[in-house]
């Protein structure tokens, strides 16, 4: 069993920033990987990005180059550096755990950019 909390969501303007914080516990030392997924208002939930146990990263088109994923192992928490906002970064973000081919999620937290 993994329990997954996130913090960090709010308002901004277009063109700023937030982090992200997932605070894992439980079995975190059998987490393959974490990822950020969201969903917007009237849409699926879509990937975002994925940081594996062996620290690879690897993002979704939409953000690249704005998002940086990263983990504080010491801390069991993975980061969402979320730069260069855009209005169609408004979503509610869900941090993902695989663990073992099962997945375990938190309750989301909300990100809105004001344009």
């Known amino acids: 069993q993994v329990q997954l909390v996130e913090s960090g969501g709010g308002l901004v303007q277009a063109g700023g920033s937030l982090r992200l914080s997932c605070a894992a516990s439980?079995?975190?030392?059998?987490?393959?990987?974490i990822s950020w997924y969201r969903q917007a208002p009237g849409k699926q939930r879509e990937w975002t990005a994925t940081?594996?146990?062996?620290?690879?990263?690897i993002y979704a088109d939409s953000v690249k180059g704005r998002f940086t994923i990263s983990g504080d192992y010491a801390k069991n928490t993975v980061y969402l550096q979320m730069n260069s906002l855009k209005h169609d970064d408004t979503a509610v973000y869900y941090c993902?755990?695989?663990?073992?081919?099962?997945?375990?999620w938190g309750q989301g937290t909300q990100v809105t950019v004001s344009s």
């Open positions: 993902n755990a695989c663990v073992r081919g099962s997945d375990y």
């Open positions: 439980g079995s975190i030392f059998s987490i393959n990987r």
């Open positions: 940081i594996t146990s062996a620290g690879s990263t």
